[in-house]
């Protein structure tokens, strides 16, 4: 982050640079994989499987008469906004077929497209579902569905990589810095510390589905501090990734998290 490390030495920081650019270039999007709903209006939701950059979403709703529907549709990328909001959008089968505990007829399985679904995610935990189905407009606001708790409490081996920009001094902007090493996280009453080789972040611990945010402050060992957040935290039983964004006095910066589990 910033002036964090003592900037390593200027050709490596240059070739550094210029790998992460490249990388950027075929960086793969937000997992939105999870179960979404509306707090306000239970009963209704909706499925997102994600392999890449595609999405199948199935869709568990009534129709006029109050009765289960099955809608599906396979989301592809459209567009990002201006204010960085992603949308995605595809067309909306009803899809029918076999009754349940009779032997399967294939030729009893039937697709009808019945309009189009779009899904604008402001971020990685919040979007916006536009969709028509035999004529019916529906627009609803959605959000990850949390129904368990995830800790992202552990011993983990990996690090992170932030790059600069927006800085005060436009010559500081594409710097590149990693701190990797052991990392350790812990986690009271909803406010997480993350301990890196040679910083240390904390702050409010927020679940949302399968991912984790904190959003909060750091500090490193050569006195570099400011504001930061960690966003898309995906904790598995081999280890978690994550983004980031932050900013100190001079300098914005974003960047990736990551780490392998320690084994106990």
Wanted: aromatic share 12%; proline share 3%.
């Amino acid at each position: 982050m910033k002036s964090r490390l003592v900037r390593l030495l200027k050709s490596s920081l240059f070739a550094m640079a210029v790998g992460a650019s490249s990388l950027a270039a075929a960086a793969l999007p937000t997992n939105y994989s999870d179960l979404w709903w509306n707090a306000d209006e239970p009963g209704w939701g909706l499925n997102i499987s994600q392999q890449s950059d595609a999405l199948f979403s199935t869709f568990f709703v009534y129709d006029a008469g109050g009765q289960a529907v099955w809608y599906s549709v396979t989301l592809a990328f459209q567009s990002t906004g201006a204010n960085g909001a992603v949308t995605y959008g595809g067309d909306l089968f009803e899809t029918s077929g076999p009754a349940q505990g009779t032997p399967y007829n294939p030729a009893l399985l039937k697709y009808r497209t019945v309009g189009t679904a779009t899904i604008e995610f402001g971020d990685d935990a919040h979007g916006l579902l536009r969709y028509t189905a035999d004529g019916v407009v529906v627009t609803r606001a959605i959000t990850r569905q949390t129904f368990a708790a995830i800790s992202p409490v552990g011993a983990f081996y990996g690090g992170t990589s932030d790059v600069t920009f927006n800085c005060k001094n436009a010559a500081n902007n594409g710097l590149v810095t990693i701190d990797r090493g052991a990392l350790d996280i812990t986690l009271v009453d909803n406010f997480a510390v993350i301990h890196a080789p040679t910083c240390f972040y904390e702050g409010d611990w927020t679940q949302h589905g399968q991912v984790g945010s904190l959003d909060g402050r750091y500090e490193c060992t050569n006195g570099a501090q400011g504001a930061v957040k960690f966003s898309s935290l995906r904790f598995e039983k081999g280890g978690f990734a994550g983004n980031y964004t932050g900013r100190d006095s001079s300098c914005e910066f974003r960047g990736n998290i990551g780490g392998m589990r320690l084994a106990p």
